[in-house]
């Protein structure tokens, strides 16, 4: 397991540009290592900056789009094309502007899809979608090389909250009711499952998320603080602007 770094820019609009343009040479790289490229989303505004600064950066048609996988890291249960869904907002920002294999792209459960109206059931529907897809040597997930994550005022990733009892499932993807952010009730891949990818990039902007930050980086229980037991394979790189990184450890800070 990685031990974390941290690059610290200086606002929400850099630090989605710079994101971007890790996440094109990201792809690119395993493109050229292994064929293909696979990413896990996730929702939020700095989210949805990211997908949208993607577009913007002339090298995003160097990506080969139709050998990229995309999974979700959690999602709000709602009906498909809810606005609230993050899949909604990736594909508006980034995934319906550039040529994806549709049979590549792995939306989380909806509320009128197949499961229909039963977040255990789209769950577990999930969880064999990512087994199906599972990489030789490992039963029930795929490889990812990058899964992003946003990080809440609270500390939660994905969608694992504090203190929640997502905690205590050891599945891979776990249904969440009592979501104390709106809406209530999501899907969300959970710590182990997430810590299986390659690289986890947090990706924080603004003062509210500082004491957060701060706490995770500093080694806060993962129960207290979600963010505190993330750790990627190869890497876990928590990318912030400097109003996020303001409660950084200084012995982690590299400010630009
Ligand atoms: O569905 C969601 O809301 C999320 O996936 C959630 O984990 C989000 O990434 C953080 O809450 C940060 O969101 P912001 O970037 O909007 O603060």
Known sequence: MSEASVAVHADADLLAQAVAARLVVKLLDAQAERGAASIVLTGGRIAAAVHRAVLTLPAHDAVDWSRVDVWWGDERFLPAGDPDRNETQARAALLDLVPLDPARVHPMPATDGPTGDDPE????????????????????????????????????????????????????????????????????????????????????????????????????????????????????????????????????????
């Open 121 to 256: 059931a789209g769950a577990a529907a999930y969880a064999e979608e990512l087994a199906r897809a599972a990489r030789p040597g490992h039963a029930a997930l795929p490889h990812f090389d990058v899964l992003m994550l946003g990080v809440g005022e609270d500390g939660h990733v994905a969608s694992v909250f504090p203190e929640h009892p997502v905690h205590h499932d050891t599945r891979p993807v776990s249904a969440v009711r009592g979501s104390p952010k709106p809406p209530p009730v999501r899907t969300t891949l959970t710590l182990p499952a997430i810590n299986t990818a390659e690289e986890v990039w947090l990706v924080a902007s603004g003062p509210d998320k500082a004491r957060s930050v701060g706490m995770a980086l500093a080694g806060a229980g993962p129960k207290q603080v979600p963010a505190a037991g993330v750790q990627g394979v190869s890497r876990t790189l928590w990318l912030l602007d400097r109003a996020a990184a303001a409660d950084v450890p200084a012995r982690l800070r590299s400010l630009r």
